[in-house]
């Protein structure tokens, strides 16, 4: 039986849509743990089942539709934020990672290789048990496959790999598709088999570059 998960996410000023599935495929069924933006809308302006997180300067979140979907509209302005929530998820069962996003401007000089310049148009943060993250972005400079790392040092104590699985203004304005096996990566960049997934955090940054950007 084949299973995956899948995230569907945009990205810096960017709508995320439908939601968060967790999906199990075989020829003949699909099954699917959903995490949507759908219920009542709290007073940080996202779904009650996620929780805003600000790191720096002021988020902007509201829910609209998009072709008669829920989704999550994040504005960056010279700032760093995110949207969060709780989810228990065991990866051996479903190891693929999906979704969806348009980006309609990057932060220009945003590149994850320089800590003065780690701005992205959308963080995709999967984390483990055992305070190991998995983070997959769409950068502005850094190309397709680079690899980098963010950990933080005691007393925080988290291992965190950054993927750069989408780069560049080329597909500006487009829907895109990005598929990852999310068991696989944990196995080579961490060197050891893969505990539940307990969160999912959708982030974006432009402050380190003082940029503004925009997706859907």
């Known amino acids: 039986m084949r299973k995956y998960l899948q995230i569907c996410?945009?990205?810096?000023?960017?709508?995320?849509?439908?939601?968060?599935?967790?999906?199990?495929?075989?020829?003949a069924d699909t099954q699917?743990?959903?995490?949507?933006?759908?219920?009542?809308?709290?007073?940080?302006?996202v779904a009650s089942t996620w929780e805003l997180k600000e790191k720096s300067g002021a988020?902007?979140?509201?829910?609209?539709s998009?072709?008669?979907e829920k989704v999550v509209q994040l504005k960056s302005d010279n700032a760093s934020f995110s949207i969060e929530r709780e989810v228990n998820v065991n990866i051996k069962n479903y190891p693929y990672l999906a979704w969806r996003w348009k980006?309609?401007?990057?932060?220009?000089?945003?590149?994850?290789?320089?800590?003065?310049?780690?701005?992205?148009?959308?963080?995709?943060?999967?984390a483990f048990e055992g305070r190991k993250i998995l983070s997959y972005t769409w950068d502005s400079n850094a190309p397709e496959g680079t690899v980098t790392e963010e950990s933080v040092a005691w007393p925080v104590s988290?291992?965190?790999?950054?993927?750069?699985?989408?780069?560049?203004?080329?597909d500006i304005g487009k829907w895109l598709t990005i598929t990852r096996n999310v068991y696989d990566d944990y196995r080579k960049f961490f060197k050891e088999e893969p505990p539940h997934v307990k969160g999912i955090r959708?982030?974006?940054?432009?402050q380190h570059t003082e940029s503004i950007g925009e997706g859907l």
């Open 9 to 27: 996410a945009v990205g810096i000023i960017f709508l995320v849509l439908t939601g968060i599935f967790f999906v199990k495929l075989s020829l």
């Open 32 to 45: 699917s743990i959903i995490f949507d933006f759908d219920g009542r809308v709290n007073s940080e302006g």
């Open 59 to 64: 988020a902007d979140v509201k829910i609209v």
């Open 66 to 68: 998009d072709s008669g």
């Open 103 to 126: 980006a309609s401007k990057l932060p220009p000089r945003g590149d994850v290789r320089s800590g003065k310049t780690n701005d992205q148009a959308l963080q995709l943060l999967v």
């Open 158 to 170: 988290l291992k965190i790999k950054i993927i750069t699985v989408k780069s560049g203004t080329a």
């Open 202 to 206: 959708i982030q974006t940054n432009s």
